[in-house]
């Protein structure tokens, strides 16, 4: 059978609000982290590795909250994102604070991704029928010997990804006949209100979004092979960014979307009606911990995971 890895994205964690690093605050009723969810989940569906994405300066916590757990029960790599981390030519411009987004975090583990894999964010709860789904599908039917890059994602609905402690920003996605994704439009300031659904785009003006459409939430399965895509596009981006601009980051949907449109890929949509969440407010966080505490007195999860 083919090997898979599953690949978490959790270079970026930090304490964006304030009193220790929200994605590794416990949230399940032994302890457990959102990502203990994650993996447990994946390990489940048949996921042979984990591949492990942090900054160097949080490997010793991240190791003691989670990685020597984790090491345990499952073959586990771990991969360092560094802003510095850049092809021959480049250095990093004065003042930028962070590393350069999904698409570098993928290519920091480029030595590491040998077999397909689903890529994760290490703070969102995703439910079991995305991790199940996308596996079946990269074992089953991803043709990792075509010439152009056969890809597939978790198609979550709209409606059971929102949070109801403020509007949130989302990738729309249009989806052709076949099932294949044909475009993700970025939408902001997602929410729902007593006379339906608000968004925005851009620019701030009202556009028009439904409870089920489906929507990206970074939970992709691709062929080892797409790795060599963003080494190729990484020199690119790089030459494009403007100068004082300290922010720009080389995102993962954007290349995986350049593919689509010039041909190079097809993204096949496998929906999902489990419902996401995360702490994207502080105010989630009450909201998780019932969240999982639901699900354990279900019987979906044992009281403790590990």
Same mark, same amino acid.
């Not at 499952?74 to 698409?103: C, H, I, N």
């Not at 709860?125 to 043709?143: A, L, S, T």
């Not at 925005?200 to 028009?208: L, T």
């Given at each position: 059978? $083919?090997?898979?890895?599953?690949?978490? +994205?959790?270079?970026?964690?930090?304490?964006?609000?304030?009193?220790?690093?929200?994605?590794?605050?416990?949230?399940?009723?032994?302890?457990?982290?959102? +990502?203990?969810?994650?993996? =447990? %989940?994946?390990?489940?569906?048949?996921?042979? $590795?984990?591949?492990?994405?942090?900054?160097?300066?949080?490997?010793?916590?991240?190791?003691?909250?989670?990685?020597?757990?984790?090491?345990?029960?499952?073959?586990?790599?771990?991969?360092?994102?560094?802003? @510095? %981390?850049?092809?021959?030519?480049?250095?990093?411009?004065?003042?930028?604070? $962070?590393?350069?987004?999904?698409?570098?975090?993928?290519?920091?583990?480029?030595?590491?991704?040998?077999?397909?894999? /689903?890529?994760?964010?290490?703070? @969102?709860? !995703?439910?079991?029928?995305?991790?199940?789904?996308? =596996? @079946?599908? +990269?074992?089953?039917?991803?043709?990792?010997?075509?010439?152009?890059? @056969? +890809?597939?994602?978790?198609?979550?609905? /709209?409606?059971?990804?929102? #949070?109801?402690?403020?509007?949130?920003?989302?990738?729309?996605?249009?989806?052709?006949?076949?099932?294949?994704? #044909?475009?993700?439009?970025?939408?902001?300031?997602?929410?729902?209100?007593?006379?339906?659904?608000?968004? &925005?785009? =851009? %620019?701030?003006?009202?556009?028009?979004?439904?409870?089920?459409?489906?929507?990206?939430?970074?939970?992709?399965?691709?062929?080892?092979?797409?790795?060599?895509?963003?080494?190729?596009?990484?020199?690119?981006?790089?030459?494009?960014?403007?100068?004082?601009?300290?922010?720009?980051?080389?995102?993962?949907?954007?290349?995986?979307?350049?593919?689509? =449109?010039?041909?190079?890929?097809?993204?096949?949509?496998?929906?999902?009606?489990?419902?996401?969440?995360?702490?994207? !407010?502080?105010?989630? *966080?009450? &909201?998780?911990?019932?969240?999982?505490? *639901? /699900?354990?007195?279900?019987?979906?999860?044992?009281? *403790?995971?590990?």
């Amino acid at each position: 059978m $083919k090997k898979t890895s599953l690949v978490i +994205m959790a270079a970026g964690i930090g304490s964006r609000f304030g009193g220790g690093i929200k994605q590794l605050a416990p949230v399940g009723p032994s302890g457990e982290i959102i +990502m203990d969810y994650s993996i =447990h %989940d994946a390990l489940e569906a048949g996921f042979d $590795k984990i591949i492990f994405i942090i900054r160097k300066d949080l490997e010793k916590d991240f190791k003691e909250i989670i990685g020597n757990r984790i090491e345990k029960i499952a073959p586990v790599e771990y991969a360092y994102q560094e802003m @510095d %981390d850049l092809p021959e030519g480049f250095s990093v411009p004065e003042g930028r604070k $962070k590393p350069w987004g999904t698409g570098q975090a993928i290519l920091a583990a480029r030595n590491l991704i040998k077999e397909p894999f /689903l890529v994760i964010n290490a703070d @969102d709860y !995703y439910g079991k029928e995305g991790f199940r789904i996308v =596996h @079946d599908y +990269m074992v089953n039917e991803m043709d990792d010997t075509k010439d152009t890059f @056969d +890809m597939c994602m978790a198609g979550f609905i /709209l409606s059971n990804t929102l #949070s109801e402690n403020g509007p949130v920003t989302r990738g729309v996605c249009t989806v052709d006949n076949n099932g294949y994704l #044909s475009k993700v439009t970025e939408t902001y300031d997602v929410y729902k209100a007593e006379d339906g659904m608000h968004a &925005a785009d =851009h %620019d701030g003006n009202p556009v028009i979004v439904t409870e089920d459409q489906h929507v990206s939430m970074n939970m992709f399965g691709l062929p080892a092979s797409f790795v060599k895509e963003l080494e190729k596009g990484f020199p690119e981006f790089l030459s494009n960014v403007k100068e004082g601009d300290l922010k720009a980051e080389y995102l993962l949907p954007a290349v995986i979307d350049e593919c689509i =449109h010039s041909g190079k890929g097809t993204v096949r949509v496998l929906e999902t009606k489990d419902k996401w969440f995360g702490v994207t !407010y502080k105010e989630d *966080k009450p &909201a998780v911990v019932a969240s999982i505490q *639901k /699900l354990v007195d279900a019987g979906v999860y044992p009281k *403790k995971l590990f």
